[in-house]
């Protein structure tokens, strides 16, 4: 037998004779618009969080330098120096490891593969990125929450719908940006070039984004790869975005809870 309320957070229970006492912890309930609301709000957050940590490793340099129309080093890298070297960068951006684990590396004359500015920008891009992630696993984490949190009744379709609706906000955001980048890349290169300093004077100072055509930063790093990077990110995002939107079957029995 069991002597409880709902919402009680103390129960009796009575096995053989005997009195157990423990402890409930009921969920309060979350209203159905704000479940649909912030599921929505962290759907396009976690979806480009997703395609951008898939960029982060050495897969994709490895597939962008071996590209047939990628651009060859003026300055005598190799697609296998280019793989090489860009590991390290990418690796350095993702792990634990101060900026000694680029400042240590040198070219075989005894040359540092990248100088003080280089060094400096990229422990700027290393704090932007890590910024980036952790915003990504909170959202990712909070997603999750609300998917638990809203497996019953009413609430579980307002989080379904919220999928759907965030599906469909990176549509739209993912889509322009990789109808800008591709117009950039194609019809109006000085398109893609105001996108790609905007962007950066969001997150650095001044210049000190811009480097010499010598630079290793440059040589590994052209216009080009970035140009595909954003494409490439902006397409990963909108695929996920269309997986939610049209595989998820609107609930026309709910939707004055979510609207």
Known sequence: MVDQQPGDQFYFARRGGGL?????????????KLIFFLTALLTPIV??????????????????????WFPPDAYGFTVGDRVGWSRYAVEYLTNREDIAYLSRLHFENGESLFNERELSHMEDVKRVTRGALD????????LALLGLWSKRGEQWSAFRQGLKRGGGIMIGIAGAAAAVVAVGMFLIPDLFWTFFSGFHALF?????WLFEYSDTLIRLFPLRFWQDAFLLVALIAVAGGL???????????????TK
């Open 204 to 208: 650095f100072k001044g210049d000190s």
């Open 243 to 257: 997986g939610l939107a049209l595989g998820i079957k609107r609930d026309t029995t709910k939707t004055r809870d």
């Open 47 to 68: 979806l480009l969080g997703f395609a951008l940590r898939l960029l982060l490793t050495p897969v994709f340099p490895t597939m962008e330098y071996n590209l047939p």
């Open 135 to 142: 915003v990504f696993y909170l959202a990712l984490a909070g």
């Open 20 to 32: 157990a006492v423990g402890i409930h912890f009921e969920l309060v309930n979350m209203p159905p």
